[in-house]
């Protein structure tokens, strides 16, 4: 399977072949608008380029190339050339575009000009329409540039020199309606990491035992994505599910390191930049078959290291409140790399303390809108650090839980122990008052009683759901030295509450584990 690049000018003299198994050209006012705000808001600064998509193709035996995806923004491109040809005469469409359905579509595109009386003919069939309106749509665009006539020139500048598609050929072998379809019913998605995936396992890129090697690599590969489709091993590492497949964060991850090599780095936010990184280092390789091994070996590495993270409780708890903060992985991965594990946890200790902040837990309080962020992280880490100090590793914080699993996103509430609204006492914001609970069960008991809410908790813990273990702990009384009145959170229990969190988390940022 060929993986190059082409920009629009290297497509003159191309003919694409547009089959009967796909639709016409479908684009609303919308996604046309999208694309030339995307090119005309491009910067070329250091020549950079803009990638717009991959182009899936297959050679024909006439010479032409039968379209497998890509054909809404070929055509789109073509319409824009049909205008700017009429200001700029070297504006001419450098390829050609032929329908198997309807062959006199091709005619009416190339037909297309502002002479020509679209109002009256766009009727004649679905597809007139909808390309004589993306003709409409696009002066009209052009109409409301403050000087019509140089954001034609520009455009067509940039649409010819620096966009390009990533050009996907697919072997002569292939069913192309086979291919159309899975990428149509997102299947096999031309993500980052399928793109990578054909560059990768192309035979040219190996001189000996190509199926060997192909083998190996697409057994290996599998391996690591059915790793990441484990919920509780992804969401530790991710805040939230990532477009494309999930193996595409570690190709990021490498492609970001790689790109800083390079005299002129690919930008970060270019449409399927890991896979542009990759293709680049691959031209500029003297050996394909070196390259695929080191980069395969540098994702093999990331993955163990993952695992180790994920399989080591120390480092799991502390890395998942890191990443559940707000912290990378890709900065968490800079921490960690090449270093011994005392020296590992010290820095991943000293990351949880900048990104914690300094508190002071009596002078905390919810009425505090500032303060509210703050005691949402203590809340949680004071979880995750019982659990490391105090050696309860019988099971895993569940950052996927706590997050909330892919399309059922679980909302966490700070909630008031000793309610707020409750008449027999003044409202009390401070932290030993507050817990972490799940909006539906905070919501669903309100303003009930402390006992009331002891019910609720054991009750919704006796059906298996997930209750935060330090919550579990404050309706269980576990932190209060004094138990005369289990049925009422008090003075007495809030201060013993306060002194607790304050002894786990100074044992937690001094690294006394287990003690």
Same mark, same amino acid.
């Given at each position: 399977?060929?993986i190059?690049t082409?920009?629009?000018?290297?497509?003159?003299?191309?003919?694409?072949?547009?089959?009967?198994?796909?639709? +016409?050209?479908?684009w @609303?006012?919308?996604?046309?608008?999208?694309?030339?705000?995307?090119?005309?808001?491009?910067s070329t600064?250091?020549?950079?380029?803009?990638?717009?998509?991959?182009?899936?193709?297959?050679?024909?035996?006439? #010479?032409?190339?039968?379209?497998?995806?890509?054909q809404?923004?070929?055509?789109?491109?073509?319409i824009?050339?049909?205008?700017?040809?009429?200001?700029?005469?070297?504006?001419?469409?450098?390829?050609d575009l032929?329908?198997?359905?309807?062959?006199?579509?091709?005619?009416? $595109?190339?037909?297309?000009?502002?002479?020509?009386n679209?109002?009256?003919?766009?009727?004649?069939?679905?597809?007139?329409?909808?390309i004589?309106?993306?003709y409409?749509k696009?002066?009209?665009? $052009?109409?409301?540039?403050?000087?019509?006539?140089v954001?034609?020139?520009?455009?067509?500048?940039?649409?010819?020199?620096n966009?390009f598609?990533i050009?996907?050929?697919?072997?002569?072998?292939?069913?192309?309606?086979?291919?159309?379809t899975?990428?149509?019913?997102?299947?096999?998605? $031309?993500?980052?990491?399928?793109?990578?995936?054909a560059?990768?396992?192309?035979?040219?890129?190996?001189?000996?035992?190509?199926?060997?090697?192909?083998?190996?690599?697409?057994?290996?590969?599998?391996?690591?994505?059915?790793?990441?489709?484990?919920?509780?091993?992804?969401?530790?590492?991710?805040?939230?599910?990532?477009?494309g497949?999930?193996?595409?964060?570690?190709?990021?991850?490498?492609?970001?390191?790689?790109?800083?090599?390079?005299?002129?780095?690919?930008?970060?936010?270019?449409?399927?930049?890991?896979?542009l990184?990759?293709l680049?280092? %691959?031209? &500029?390789?003297?050996?394909?078959?070196?390259?695929? =091994?080191?980069?395969?070996?540098?994702?093999?590495?990331?993955?163990?290291?993952?695992?180790?993270?994920?399989?080591?409780?120390?480092?799991y708890?502390?890395?998942?409140?890191?990443?559940? &903060?707000?912290?990378?992985?890709?900065?968490?991965?800079?921490?960690?790399?090449?270093?011994?594990?005392?020296?590992?946890?010290?820095?991943? %200790?000293?990351k949880?303390?900048?990104?914690?902040?300094?508190y002071?837990?009596?002078?905390?309080s919810?009425?505090?809108?500032?303060?509210?962020?703050?005691?949402?992280?203590?809340?949680?880490?004071?979880?995750?650090? @019982?659990?490391?100090?105090?050696?309860?590793?019988?099971?895993?914080?569940?950052?996927?839980?706590?997050?909330?699993?892919?399309?059922? =996103?679980i909302?966490?509430?700070?909630?008031?122990?000793?309610?707020?609204?409750d008449?027999t006492?003044?409202?009390?914001?401070?932290? #030993?008052?507050?817990?972490?609970?799940?909006?539906q069960?905070?919501? +669903?008991?309100q303003?009930?009683?402390?006992?009331?809410?002891?019910?609720i908790?054991?009750?919704?813990?006796?059906? #298996?759901?997930?209750?935060?273990?330090?919550?579990?702990?404050i309706?269980?009384?576990?932190? &209060?030295?004094? $138990?005369?009145?289990?049925?009422?959170? +008090?003075?007495?229990?809030?201060?013993?509450?306060?002194?607790?969190?304050?002894?786990?988390?100074?044992?937690?940022?001094? #690294?006394?584990?287990?003690?």
């Amino acid at each position: 399977m060929a993986i190059v690049t082409k920009t629009i000018g290297e497509l003159k003299d191309y003919r694409f072949f547009v089959p009967s198994y796909q639709r +016409g050209y479908r684009w @609303t006012e919308h996604e046309v608008t999208a694309l030339l705000d995307d090119i005309y808001e491009f910067s070329t600064e250091g020549n950079k380029r803009y990638c717009i998509q991959p182009l899936a193709v297959k050679n024909r035996e006439d #010479g032409s190339f039968e379209v497998v995806d890509g054909q809404q923004r070929l055509t789109t491109i073509y319409i824009f050339m049909k205008i700017a040809s009429q200001e700029i005469r070297s504006a001419t469409p450098p390829f050609d575009l032929e329908y198997k359905t309807r062959s006199d579509s091709a005619d009416f $595109l190339k037909a297309l000009s502002d002479e020509k009386n679209l109002e009256k003919e766009k009727n004649k069939n679905i597809d007139f329409y909808h390309i004589a309106s993306a003709y409409e749509k696009i002066n009209f665009w $052009l109409d409301n540039q403050p000087d019509k006539s140089v954001a034609i020139q520009e455009l067509n500048t940039k649409i010819r020199k620096n966009v390009f598609f990533i050009w996907y050929e697919i072997p002569a072998d292939n069913d192309p309606i086979a291919i159309f379809t899975k990428v149509n019913l997102g299947k096999i998605p $031309l993500t980052n990491s399928e793109l990578i995936k054909a560059l990768l396992l192309n035979k040219d890129n190996f001189s000996t035992d190509i199926n060997k090697r192909q083998t190996e690599i697409s057994v290996a590969w599998d391996r690591i994505e059915q790793g990441l489709r484990d919920d509780s091993f992804w969401y530790f590492l991710n805040e939230r599910e990532q477009s494309g497949t999930r193996i595409d964060m570690i190709f990021d991850l490498l492609a970001n390191e790689e790109n800083n090599k390079f005299p002129t780095p690919i930008p970060t936010n270019q449409n399927y930049f890991s896979f542009l990184v990759f293709l680049e280092k %691959l031209k &500029s390789s003297p050996d394909n078959e070196e390259f695929v =091994k080191n980069l395969w070996d540098e994702v093999e590495k990331l993955y163990a290291e993952f695992r180790d993270w994920y399989s080591d409780l120390d480092k799991y708890h502390i890395i998942g409140y890191l990443v559940s &903060s707000g912290v990378k992985t890709a900065e968490v991965f800079t921490l960690t790399r090449g270093k011994r594990k005392s020296d590992v946890m010290k820095a991943l %200790l000293e990351k949880a303390k900048i990104v914690t902040g300094k508190y002071t837990l009596s002078d905390i309080s919810y009425d505090n809108q500032n303060d509210r962020r703050k005691i949402r992280k203590l809340l949680l880490l004071f979880n995750i650090a @019982t659990l490391v100090c105090k050696s309860e590793k019988q099971y895993r914080f569940p950052f996927d839980i706590y997050k909330g699993e892919t399309g059922d =996103k679980i909302k966490w509430d700070i909630e008031h122990i000793h309610a707020t609204a409750d008449e027999t006492d003044e409202a009390d914001d401070s932290i #030993g008052n507050l817990t972490l609970l799940d909006a539906q069960t905070n919501r +669903g008991y309100q303003n009930s009683v402390f006992v009331d809410k002891r019910k609720i908790i054991i009750e919704r813990e006796s059906k #298996g759901l997930f209750v935060p273990l330090c919550t579990k702990n404050i309706f269980l009384k576990v932190y &209060s030295k004094k $138990l005369d009145s289990m049925d009422s959170w +008090g003075a007495d229990d809030k201060k013993d509450y306060i002194e607790e969190m304050d002894k786990i988390l100074k044992a937690f940022f001094d #690294g006394r584990f287990g003690k």
